[in-house]
C-alpha cells in the first residue's frame, strides 16, 4: 500500500501511510489512542474510501475491485458488533451466507471454529448472555469463518483479563500458522512485542518506523542504563562523549543511557568517570530495551512508565492494569 | 441470480418472531383498532345516515366494513413505515459494519428488508381480515371461493407494493438520521398528512378542492380503493354514499403505487451509496 492519506473533514487522521504486509506474516499497527489505527482498518477494509494513494489487498486493487478484496478478507473489529438478539450459531450462520458460502461447508464451519474458540457450550445461547471475553471469541470465529486470505483484527485484546488475552494470542497463532496473514492494531506494547512478526509504531497517522521486534530493539543499542545523580545536566555532557554511548535521555528524575555494548562491562567505566568529574550516583539500573524503550523513543511520549524509574512504576502499577 | 437478500430476510424475520411481546402487539393492536374505533363509529354513523335513502339496486354496507379496508391500510402505512428503523439501530451500534464490508451488494439490504416488511404487512392484514370477519365485516361477501382466491391475491399485489414502497421511504431515513428519537419524530410527522388526506376512515368526496388534490397523490388513498374493490366490490353504497370502481380506476391506482415504490426504491438505493460506517 502506498501514498495512503485520510482527512475527515479538515482532519488529517492518515498521513502518508506506506507499508507492506507480506504473505502468511502477523503484522502490527502499535499506536496510541487516536493514532489512526481504526481509520487505516476501515480504509483497507472498504468501510471508508480511498480517498488518496492506492491499496492491494490479496492481489486485489482496493480502488478498483474492492468485490473482491471483500471476498478475500476477514475483520475482527474494535468495538462489539455482534446481535444482542442472535444466538451463537446464528451470527456465525448469518456470516457464512453473507458471504454465500454454501449450507453444508457452513455447518461444518461452525463445528470447526466453535471448537477452535472452545463455544460449543454456547452454540444455542443468544450474543448477550455472553461474557466480555467469549464475545471476543465469537468474533474471531466470525471473522475466521469464510477462511479468509487477510484477517484484519482492530485491538483484538482491548479490555480482556490476562488470561483470556493469552489464550486469543494463542488463537492468532495458530489461524496464522494454519495459513492465515495477519494485520492487528494494537496498543498493547506485549501484545506486538509477543505476537507480531514486525510492527510498525504509528502516531498522529504517520508511520514512525516498521521493522521486527529485536530489530526496533536493538535501535536503541545493547543495553539500557538508568542513572539518577547529584547533577544529571553535567553527567549527561560528560556520557555523550563516551563511544560506546549511543544516546541519553533525561527523565524527571534521572538519565538513561543508551549503549552500543554489554551494560555490564560499561557500567563500572561509567560510574568511574562521573565520580572522577565530581558527580554523586544516587541510583543505578541495567536492563535490555523492552518495547516500550522503542515506543518512547520513536514517540518521545510514553504509553505506560518505562518500569525503570522506581516510584513512579509503583504508583502506575496500583492505579493501571 | 444471487440471494443474499433472503439473508437479510431471514435475520430481520429472526428477530420479528423472536420477540413475542412485539409480535402480538403488532397483531393485536390494529384489531383492536378496528373493534373499538369501528364500532363505535360505525353506531354513529348508522345512526345519522338512517334516513338517507339508498340507491335503488346498489349494495349497501355498514360502516365497519367500510373501514376495514381504512384499517388495514392503516396498519399497513405504519407497519412499513416503522420497519426502516432496524437499519437505524443496525448502524448505531455498529451492526451494519459486518453487513456492509461483506461482499453482499448493498441493494440487497434494501430488498431483504423490504421483503420482511412485506412479510409483517401481510400476516397483519390476515388476522385484521380475520378478526373483522368475526366482528361482521362484509369481505367477500357473495364471491364464489374462486372469486374469493382472486380478491385476496388482488389485496395482496396492492399491500405488497404499498408497503415496499414506505418501507424504502423509510429505509432512506433511517440511513440518512443520527438518532432514532429524530426517525420517530420525522416518521409521525410524515404519518399525519398521509392519513388525513386519505379515504381511509371517512369519504373524500366532500373535501374542499386542495385536500381532495392531496388525497388523489397519497398512496394510502390508491391502497384503500384497491382493498375496497377487491374485498367489497366495483359497486356499493356505504354511510350514505355511493362508490364505484371501475377497472381502469383500480389499475390507475396499483400504477400509482408501482411508481411510487419505484421512485422510493431510487432514493433509497441513492442514501445507500452514500452510507459510511465507522
Ligand atoms: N468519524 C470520524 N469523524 C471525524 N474524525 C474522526 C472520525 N473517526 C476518527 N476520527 C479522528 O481520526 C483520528 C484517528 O482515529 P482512529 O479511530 O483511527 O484512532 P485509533 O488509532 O484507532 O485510536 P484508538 O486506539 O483510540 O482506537 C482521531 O484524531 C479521531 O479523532
Ligand atoms: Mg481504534
Redo the contacts with the bound molecule.
Keep these: 500500500m502506498n501514498d495512503l492519506e485520510y482527512f475527515?473533514?479538515e482532519?488529517k487522521?492518515?498521513d502518508n501511510i506506506s507499508f507492506t504486509v507480506k504473505k502468511g506474516e502477523i503484522f502490527s499497527?502499535l499506536?496510541?489512542?487516536?493514532?489512526?489505527?481504526?481509520?487505516?482498518?476501515?480504509i483497507l477494509t472498504t468501510l471508508l474510501p480511498v480517498q488518496k494513494g492506492s491499496v492491494k489487498i490479496a492481489g486485489y486493487d482496493l480502488k478498483k475491485e474492492p468485490e473482491m478484496v471483500r471476498e478475500s478478507i476477514g475483520i475482527v473489529f474494535?468495538e462489539l458488533t455482534l446481535d444482542r438478539d442472535m444466538t451463537v450459531r446464528e451470527i456465525l450462520e448469518y456470516h457464512g451466507r453473507l458471504y454465500s458460502m454454501p449450507k453444508t461447508a457452513r455447518q461444518e464451519r461452525i463445528d470447526e471454529l466453535l471448537g477452535l474458540v472452545e463455544l460449543e457450550g454456547k452454540r444455542d445461547v443468544l450474543t448477550r448472555h455472553l461474557s466480555g471475553g467469549m464475545k471476543r471469541r465469537l468474533e474471531i470465529a466470525r471473522g475466521l469463518m469464510t477462511r479468509p486470505k487477510v484477517l484484519f483484527m482492530?485491538?483484538p485484546t482491548i479490555g480482556l483479563d490476562p488470561q483470556t488475552r493469552i489464550r486469543i494470542w494463542d488463537y492468532v497463532r495458530d489461524i496464522n500458522r494454519q495459513g492465515t496473514t495477519i494485520f492487528l492494531?494494537t496498543?498493547y506494547m506485549d501484545e506486538a512485542d509477543q505476537l507480531s512478526d514486525r510492527i510498525s509504531i504509528?502516531d498522529h497517522?504517520k508511520i514512525v518506523v516498521t521493522g521486527r521486534s529485536w530489530e526496533l530493539k536493538n535501535t536503541l543499542g545493547e543495553d539500557l542504563i538508568y542513572l539518577e545523580t547529584s547533577d544529571n545536566w553535567t553527567a549527561s555532557d560528560l556520557l555523550k562523549k563516551l563511544d560506546s554511548v549511543k544516546g541519553v535521555r533525561e527523565k524527571s528524575k534521572g538519565l538513561i543511557i543508551m549503549v552500543n555494548v554489554d551494560g555490564t562491562y560499561l557500567l563500572p567505566e561509567i560510574m568511574d568517570k562521573l565520580r572522577s568529574g565530581g558527580i554523586r550516583i544516587s541510583a543505578v539500573n541495567l536492563k535490555k530495551p523492552s518495547m516500550d524503550d522503542v515506543f518512547v523513543h520513536y514517540t518521545g511520549r510514553e504509553l505506560r512508565d518505562t518500569g525503570m524509574e522506581k516510584g513512579s512504576t509503583v504508583s502506575l502499577r496500583a492505579g493501571g492494569r | 441470480m444471487h440471494t443474499g437478500f433472503l439473508t437479510i430476510y431471514w435475520r430481520d424475520m429472526l428477530r420479528f418472531i423472536r420477540f413475542r411481546t412485539l409480535l402480538f402487539a403488532s397483531l393485536v393492536q390494529p384489531a383492536l383498532w378496528l373493534a373499538f374505533f369501528g364500532i363505535a363509529m360505525s353506531n354513529n354513523f348508522e345512526r345519522l345516515t338512517a334516513t338517507m335513502p339508498a340507491a335503488p339496486g346498489v349494495r349497501t354496507v355498514g360502516y365497519l366494513t367500510f373501514i376495514g379496508a381504512g384499517v388495514i391500510a392503516m396498519t399497513t402505512l405504519f407497519t412499513s413505515l416503522f420497519a426502516g428503523t432496524v437499519l437505524l439501530f443496525d448502524k448505531n451500534w455498529g451492526l451494519m459494519r459486518e453487513t456492509l464490508s461483506s461482499p453482499l451488494p448493498r441493494i440487497h439490504i434494501i430488498i431483504g428488508i423490504g421483503l420482511s416488511a412485506m412479510t409483517k404487512s401481510f400476516i397483519q392484514a390476515g388476522v385484521i381480515m380475520g378478526f373483522g370477519l368475526l366482528l361482521g365485516v362484509q369481505f367477500f361477501e357473495g364471491y364464489t371461493p374462486a372469486q374469493t382466491f382472486f380478491s385476496l391475491l388482488g389485496i395482496m399485489l396492492f399491500i405488497g407494493t404499498f408497503s415496499l414502497g414506505f418501507l424504502f421511504l423509510s429505509a432512506a431515513i433511517a440511513i440518512t438520521m443520527e438518532s432514532p428519537e429524530g426517525m420517530q419524530a420525522v416518521i409521525t410527522l410524515l404519518t399525519m398528512p398521509f392519513f388525513f388526506t386519505s379515504n381511509a376512515l371517512y369519504p373524500v368526496n366532500s373535501f374542499p378542492p386542495v385536500l381532495r388534490a392531496l388525497s388523489t397523490v397519497n398512496p394510502l388513498t390508491h391502497l384503500v380503493s384497491g382493498i375496497r374493490y377487491f374485498a367489497i366490490g366495483s359497486d356499493f353504497s356505504s354511510i350514505g354514499l355511493r362508490y364505484t370502481y371501475t377497472r381502469e380506476e383500480v389499475l390507475v391506482s396499483f400504477l400509482a403505487l408501482l411508481a411510487f415504490a419505484g421512485i422510493m426504491f431510487l432514493i433509497a438505493r441513492w442514501r445507500f451509496t452514500k452510507v459510511t460506517v465507522?
Excluded: Y
Design positions: 475527515f473533514g482532519v487522521a492518515v499497527f499506536g496510541p489512542n487516536g493514532a489512526g489505527k481504526s481509520t487505516v482498518i476501515n474494535q482492530d485491538e492494531t496498543h504509528i497517522g | 465507522t
